[in-house]
């Protein structure tokens, strides 16, 4: 019998795309802006490729459905890349995938935001968000922790916020040659030494782990219960449809059931 | 459904017959290629089938490939290959491969479609075969086995098989072979179903050890070689990455490749981070994805009782002993 053919439609195919813009951001992060329009939800993630380097989970640091903004730190060999690309050159992207910010569940609440670092790109899709659905929340609270002022993202983008939110920012180190008029110590202080208290609220955390740790345990000595506590978690993605097993965390896939997880899901999971 | 034996004389005409229809893969014992070790391979002549002893090699790798091409990309973009397959038919497939595959199949053709896998997969029969006794490292009778092949063969005194048919197509193929398939009233009872000597495995809950010291043991003779998932039926994770042509490096293929939990770079991203960074939490991860997380997911436990993991293991860490210290 003869060999059958078979045509494959492979999810795994992602789309051409082309750089609008292109921002330098700080030292070793940039923002490129691509022309690709999905509807998608504050908090989600796509996979870029560059063919020949590679794919790597890209959070979602804008909210529309007619562009996409992806904020990128140049760790690895696609995202060194990444940098070197222009406006008007081609990538590939496929997505969006996972669980983004329950956005519409969570009207009626104030809203307090902790960032750190490069964790602050995928909170300001939700900064988006809201100020396209403004009467749908209350007061808006920022915490932003970078490691110097040089490292701050999104520097214009965060004077237009400070008007409409209350916006704290701190860096972890004031090197001599730079200046900055916040307080430095790590973000984790700031949000220790404000007064706040549990009642209308939820927060949005996200950063590397350790400061996701202490955030939590600074906001359960200020009363907030789990489930008024999300963060977005980082792991190793090959696939982003649940299947290659690189991103479980205790039997959950983060590309599936997260990257934003109700910290009441995510507890037990032992940092496993 | 009414039941058959075969001659063991007959399973060569058997064979012959399928081959007309399908590449037939059966396990077979190799001392020129494999070293004496055991694989399912494609056959034409039932002598040089083996029953005795379990395959070394796991029966995913005629469906889940060892590397799959995603795509490939040259300047004038992307491309995904278009695949050819020829049906087989597979005999010889013990109950905890027949697990592992029906695990394979809830993932790759239910949970997630895949098409590179659904394409190798589809149209394939299944002849499962029935062994009495269980081997050095089998615990399958402490796992509630699932999964079904289109026949099923139960040996028979008197160089025989009885054959149980469980599906349409396998009937009509069995009566369109009058001579070798003789109708019988012999039917397999309960006690006949079980797998002598598999219960090894007592402590099959392991939701509350995720703090007991017990997997030192474990972890002080592992050497990180993930020869365990490579030869595991049921683990299912992979890696994607690129390989460029070396000819011409504009162009190459995106391939996925078989991943094993076990290696420390299974979590690493970039900037060096890894998750699960020491031993202890990557021998922990495996036995809790075979036998807690995937059974919370989609209701059966990953692993199917085979022991390769602890056949192949070059320390011999044997997991069954550890849990069942808990």
Redesign the interface.
């Known amino acids: 019998?003869?060999?059958?053919?078979?045509?494959?439609?492979?999810?795994?195919?992602?789309k051409?795309v082309t750089i609008l813009s292109y921002q330098r951001e700080s030292a070793d992060s940039f923002t490129i802006k691509v022309d690709f329009a999905v509807k998608h939800e504050p908090g989600q993630f796509v996979q870029v490729?560059l063919?020949?380097?590679?794919?790597?989970p890209i959070s979602i640091c804008s909210y529309s459905d007619k562009f996409m903004e992806l904020n990128i730190r140049e760790?690895?060999d696609l995202?060194k890349n990444l940098a070197k690309l222009k406006v008007g050159d081609k990538l590939?992207i496929r997505g969006p995938y996972g669980k983004g910010y329950p956005m519409k569940d969570l009207k009626g609440n104030n809203v307090i935001i902790i960032g750190g670092g490069c964790g602050v790109a995928p909170l300001r899709g939700i900064i988006d968000y809201i100020e396209q659905n403004r009467a749908d929340y209350g007061d808006v609270k920022l915490f932003l922790g970078f490691r110097t002022p040089g490292d701050i993202l999104f520097q214009e983008k965060i004077k237009g916020w400070g008007k409409n939110f209350d916006v704290r920012i701190s860096v972890d180190k004031l090197p001599a040659d730079s200046c900055f008029a916040g307080p430095v110590g790590f973000v984790t202080n700031m949000v220790k030494n404000e007064q706040i208290d549990n009642k209308n609220k939820v927060v949005f955390v996200c950063g590397p782990?350790i400061m996701m740790d202490v955030v939590i345990k600074i906001l359960k000595e200020k009363w907030f219960n789990d489930d008024q506590i999300f963060i977005s978690a980082?792991?190793?993605m090959?696939?982003a449809?649940?299947?290659?097993?690189?991103c479980?965390?205790?039997?959950k896939y983060t590309c599936l059931d997260g990257p934003v997880f109700r910290w009441d899901e995510l507890k037990e999971c032992?940092?496993? | 459904m009414t039941n058959f034996t075969l001659s063991k004389v007959d399973l060569n005409a058997f064979i012959k017959s399928l081959s007309?229809?399908?590449d037939v893969y059966a396990p077979v014992k190799d001392h020129v290629v494999d070293g004496g070790s055991v694989r399912f391979k494609v056959v034409s002549d039932a002598k040089v089938i083996c029953l005795s002893e379990n395959a070394y090699y796991p029966l995913k790798e005629l469906f889940f490939r060892k590397k799959e091409v995603?795509?490939k990309?040259s300047e004038k973009?992307?491309e995904?290959?278009?695949?050819?397959?020829?049906?087989k038919a597979i005999l010889g497939i013990r109950r905890c491969d027949l697990h592992s595959l029906a695990n394979q199949d809830r993932?790759?053709m239910r949970?997630?479609p895949?098409?590179?896998y659904i394409?190798e997969r589809e149209k394939t029969l299944l002849i499962g075969y029935h062994c009495k006794k269980a081997e050095e490292y089998c615990f399958c009778g402490s796992i509630d086995l699932q999964g079904n092949a289109d026949i099923m063969l139960y040996e028979l005194p008197g160089n025989k098989f009885l054959v149980e048919v469980h599906s349409d197509n396998a009937l009509r193929l069995v009566e369109s072979l009058k001579k070798i398939f003789k109708k019988t009233d012999i039917v397999i009872d309960a006690e006949s179903r079980k797998i002598e000597g598999s219960n090894r495995l007592q402590k099959k809950d392991v939701h509350s050890f995720?703090d007991n010291p017990g997997w030192q043991e474990g972890i002080d003779k592992c050497l990180s070689c993930a020869a365990c998932n490579f030869h595991c039926p049921s683990c299912?994770?992979?890696?994607?990455?690129?390989e460029?042509n070396v000819h011409n490096?504009?162009e190459?293929e995106?391939i996925?490749t078989w991943?094993g939990?076990q290696l420390k770079s299974?979590?690493?991203?970039?900037?060096e981070?890894i998750?699960?960074d020491t031993r202890k939490?990557r021998f922990r991860?495996r036995i809790?994805?075979q036998l807690?997380?995937f059974k919370?997911?989609y209701g059966t436990t990953l692993c199917s009782g085979c022991g390769r993991c602890i056949r192949f293991c070059p320390t011999k860490i044997d997991f069954i002993d550890i849990l069942n210290r808990m």
């Not at chain 1, 479980?248 to 039997?251: C, E, L, N, S």
């Not at chain 2, 299912?236 to 690129?242: E, K, L, M, R, V």
């Open positions: 019998m003869a060999k059958k053919k078979t045509t494959i439609e492979s999810k795994f195919l992602p051409k490729t063919p020949g380097i590679g794919e790597a760790v690895g995202t590939f782990p980082e792991r190793l090959h696939c449809l649940g299947l290659c097993g690189h479980m965390i205790h039997g032992k940092n496993d | 007309k229809n399908f995603l795509f990309y973009g992307l995904v290959p278009v695949k050819k397959v020829k049906s993932i790759y949970e997630v895949d098409p590179y394409a995720y299912y994770c992979f890696n994607i990455h690129d460029a490096m504009k190459g995106r996925r991943a939990c299974f979590t690493r991203v970039a900037g981070h998750f699960r939490d991860h809790y994805h807690q997380y919370e997911r």
